[in-house]
T-cell receptor
Framework: NAGVTQTPKFQVLKTGQSMTLQCAQD?????MSWYRQDPGMGLRLIHY???????DQGEVPNGYNVSRSTTEDFPLRLLSAAPSQTSVYFC?????????????FGPGTRLTVL | GQQLNQSPQSMFIQEGEDVSMNCTSS?????WLWYKQEPGEGPVLLIA?????ELTSNGRLTAQFGITRKDSFLNISASIPSDVGIYFC???????????FGTGTRLTIIP
């Protein structure tokens, strides 16, 4: 198993550009989520999905869109990038949406918006 | 939203020393989790705690779920170079399974 994979690993955007961060898992996990990590602030939940076709907002959803058309993939879209979205983005998955199920994190995407 | 405060923010210790860090919350959690993040990687789960007062070990790591449900502690005994990284606590509640992460404790080991 590859676990949770994220692409790209690094990305530089100009303000106003759009892009999609890819996330895939091969563990047949129902639950997937996106976090952003900023210095001194820990990880904050952006969006999450409890199964294919179902998504919901987390703590900091503004400026981001998600969709979950398959169990395996959970892309994160930035429609119009802003410097405030400069961050490291982590995708995570777990078998169920339960605190008793271990969340597995991907290696992260480091995004810089100029 | 809920805030989890971790202390200390950073630690510089010598190899072989014991390490203690804690996490406090303004509200109650039913589940406490401790993660470790190494440079360039995502967080990895170390220990999960599900009951107030619970003490759980994983090798040289020991974590406790505070009696008040508003705090948790992580101890590392006899530190080694591979313990270097950022340690995060996280909390969640039954029925609202979203994780709230702490601000992290960065551990550096001085040779």
């Amino acid at each position: 198993n590859a676990g949770v994979t994220q692409t790209p690993k690094f990305q530089v955007l100009k303000t106003g550009q759009s892009m999609t961060l890819q996330c895939a898992q091969d563990m047949n996990h129902e639950y997937m989520s996106w976090y952003r990590q900023d210095p001194g602030m820990g990880l904050r939940l952006i969006h999450y999905s409890v199964g294919a076709g179902i998504t919901d907002q987390g703590e900091v959803p503004n400026g981001y869109n998600v969709s979950r058309s398959t169990t395996e993939d959970f892309p994160l879209r930035l429609l119009s990038a802003a410097p405030s979205q400069t961050s490291v983005y982590f995708c995570a998955s777990s078998y169920r949406h339960s605190s008793t199920d271990t969340q597995y994190f991907g290696p992260g995407t480091r995004l810089t918006v100029l | 939203g809920q805030q989890l405060n971790q202390s200390p923010q950073s630690m510089f210790i010598q190899e072989g020393e014991d390490v203690s860090m804690n996490c406090t919350s303004s509200s109650i959690f039913n589940t406490w989790l401790w993660y470790k993040q190494e440079p360039g990687e995502g967080p990895v789960l170390l220990i999960a705690l599900y009951k107030a007062g619970e003490l759980t070990s994983n090798g040289r790591l020991t974590a406790q779920f505070g009696i008040t449900r508003k705090d948790s502690f992580l101890n590392i005994s006899a530190s080694i170079p591979s313990d270097v990284g950022i340690y995060f606590c996280a909390g969640s509640n039954f029925g609202n399974e979203k994780l709230t992460f702490g601000t992290g404790t960065r551990l550096t080991i001085i040779p």
